[in-house]
């Protein structure tokens, strides 16, 4: 799992949710949407999880790079943002993005929607 946010706390929230749900899954940090193409380009990912509002690129440009790129177009984002305006999840549906998550979540919020976007037998 990659996630992706320029906040060192929502970093280590996601972590500990992460590694105290036991999901299961290695979880691999970005701080920007630049430094998440580095990483998706030298390791596999079974999903991202991306903010949208980052410096250098955002989420929403990070998407629209990666489903341009035949190696990580399918790889399935999810935002996790707390811009969750119609127009905006709709044009990030329009780009591919299988999943939202509001900021502020719940575990259980966060584990129904890795259930929804992975399917029952991976969460």
Do not use: W
Not at 36 to 62: C, F, K, N, Y
């Amino acid at each position: 799992m990659l996630v992706v946010d320029d906040s060192p706390v929502m970093l280590h929230l996601i972590a500990r949710i992460v590694k105290s749900s036991e999901m299961g899954f290695d979880c691999v940090f970005a701080a920007s949407g630049k430094e998440a193409l580095t990483v998706l380009r030298s390791a596999p990912v079974d999903v991202m999880l991306t903010d949208i509002h980052m410096p250098e690129m955002d989420g929403e440009q990070l998407v629209g790079i990666m489903r341009l790129d035949k190696a990580l177009r399918d790889i399935p984002v999810i935002v996790v943002s707390s811009d969750a305006t119609r127009p905006r999840v709709d044009r990030l549906v329009a780009a591919g993005v299988r999943g939202y998550l509001c900021k502020p979540f719940t575990l259980d919020a966060f584990r129904k929607e890795l259930n929804r976007v992975l399917g029952e037998k991976r969460v």
